[in-house]
């Protein structure tokens, strides 16, 4: 019988607890280096096609669907009426993918660093982006957010930020001076939705966000999401605004999210992910 | 420098999904082969004392109170007047330490097959079991827990199935007849509280587990839990009982849990934990 062969993710930016987690290989799809960073495709047993960028699991075929009806629905449903949604990162597609299910959106910008990921999601992981690239609303920009977002005044009704590990010497993409831009560029009521990092291994970054967060906006709504293919532990996304999401119904969440194809994130999870145990509401400064 | 050294997790009995986690590795403390299986304690970075039984990590310092507090409470604040607790399993000693802090409960019986486990966990691991073992309720049988079961008629109040992975040949302790021969042993609204498996490595076991509970116990509640050091995913705990679970109110919760010493077990994470998404709903088949 032929070993199998695994593939372990390397130790992640800011970690503290070095757990590891290694997946079972089928092959190596595709490699690149960017001139930003290591693009790898792996096609894993029972993960299907994963994405890692500089050695870090991004996206498996086998559980994005959470992490990314997350990130989106969590915002846009909790949004009047989201006509123009900014996605910061993303360049998997999966975003997009759960976006465009919104029919009330107009305009979806994808402002993505490295448009190498961009191609390389398109011709190879399909599977995670469906129908993403197709959608007439969407218009692609190869460009740094922190510089997309300057032009931007009261624009937008949702912006997503959906960026990786920030590198140990790029924290600028989690600062004050970003996430005050952000604002900015947000319209009355917006509301922004976050990747923020691990709560297990990397706390003291998901504190860091937690709190930079909470100098900009009024509202800041962690909600946790277990997501298998990540190491060890309680993952974060977050929501945040100045419009009130605590006022968010049940009811309203229900009525809007009717006849969407959803597999993770329905109007009771919105609700449950909120709830934080003693142990994590410490660890974040809660 | 000094290269890492990790300790891996062989594969998980039933396992569905190959993904492997790895633990940066201080040093071996323990190590004896018994007459039921492989004892192992190992000293982890970050996450402190570890035991494993057959390679198959059971807990770590670091997070252990996350089973142990969930296994133990949601049951224990569930009953209206908990006097009587038959632990099944849990040699290390985690589930008492957590029982013991009800003072209405008069009696607690430990069943453990494996004595060289309770030998080891008493020795290596009273970080986890603290003031468990000097509980004058406490009493330890060494035993198999289908014969011990036999013995009793409306009996307990509580029944803790704190049991490893069944294996491959051993699927007893989760059939329909040993939960029968449980539920004859609870007295009148007595609630068992069981260790139901990972619902992302594990779902085929998972599933067994809620419906053979489902064709003994009206009531049925599986909870969500992330223990960041078992392998990646969800995992789940579950109640049963012909009592109605469903009727407990978060108020009655709130007022019983008051001045306990807990880090993860809240009346509103007892709620929030049962709140399942839809992808994991149809693979438990509810």
Redesign the interface.
Known sequence: MKK?K?I?EKGLPFD?????????LIKKIYFKKSKYQKIEIFDL???GKALYLDGVLQTTK?DE??YHETIAHSALFSHNKPEKVLIIGGGDGGTVKEVIKHKQVKEIILCELDGEVIKASQKYLSEISKKAWQDKRLKIIIKDGKELIKNYLNYFDVIILDLPDPSENAKSLISNSFYRAVKNALAKNGIISVQSESL?NQIGLASLINRNLKKVFKFVRLQ?V?I???Q???FSLTLASDFNLDSIKIESLRKKSKGFD?????P??H???K?L???LKQKIGE
Chains 1, 2 share one sequence.
């Open positions: 199998t695994y372990c503290e607890v070095g757990a590891k987690i290694c997946f079972p047993k029972f993960w086998r669907f959470i297990t946790r277990c298998p293919s990540y060890a532990g309680e959803l597999k993770y994130y329905s009771e999870i609700f449950s992910s709830i145990p003693l142990y």
